[in-house]
């Protein structure tokens, strides 16, 4: 059975990290929820921006959270450090709203929550001190939208369901970040244009294999 919180008493408020701010008052830094601490039926709350020294928030195996994020997440002032995993039942978007986190978001992790269903949206690329981006094995679809190649890391996009990339994260000279999108369910036709540029040659590798049943139609490349 686990430990129950007094709420009078914040130092029995396990898995809240907690620090003091300019006024010697105590604040709520961090907060880590798990299988140990939530219950079948929790949700997140819509007050979440109340927090505003808040910098981490970890969702890591939890019970329950039949919900979406509340939009409120992304007007957390302070929030850094994103970590969802292993939350089968936590469901998407991940809204445009994420570019509100642009001054502060270094680390973004939401990876293995199949009903995460959600395109990526343009705004993540105003996240540019993303310096770690993992969506693996969740239910991402649609195209990979250009402006992702501003993050300064490699993201992390296997195991989804995209379907389309802008090309021209491989056609601008100035790109520098190319996912790796191995098993995802690409189709089509890649333009010439594409097949010609240095980027394709150094780069293509990142998108095999593909899901079963999808693949470019005028590329081949073993599916191993």
Known sequence: MGKKWDLTNPDTWYNVRFGIDENGLKIVEGISICDLNSVEGSVLPQTLNRLSYLEELDIIAPNG??????????????????????????????????????????HLMITSCKNFVSELPPEIGLCRKITYLNLMNCHFYGKIPYELRYVHTIPLLEANHF??????????????????????????????????????????????????????????KANF
């Not at 939350?87 to 994420?98: E, M, N, R, V, Y």
Request: hydrophobic share 35%; aromatic share 14%.
């Open 65 to 106: 959270f039949d919900c979406s994020l509340p939009e409120t997440l992304y007007e957390c002032p302070s929030l850094r450090f994103l970590n969802i995993s292993l939350a089968p039942l936590l469901k998407g978007p991940l809204p445009s709203h994420i570019g509100k986190l642009a001054p502060t978001l270094e």
């Open 163 to 220: 379907s389309e990339i802008d090309w021209r994260i491989f056609t601008d000279p100035e790109s520098r970040v190319f996912p790796m999108m191995s098993e995802n369910d690409f189709r089509g036709v890649i333009p010439q244009e594409v097949l010609d540029c240095e980027n394709w040659k150094e780069n293509s590798n990142n998108f095999y294999p593909f899901n079963p049943g999808f693949g470019f139609s005028n590329y081949e």
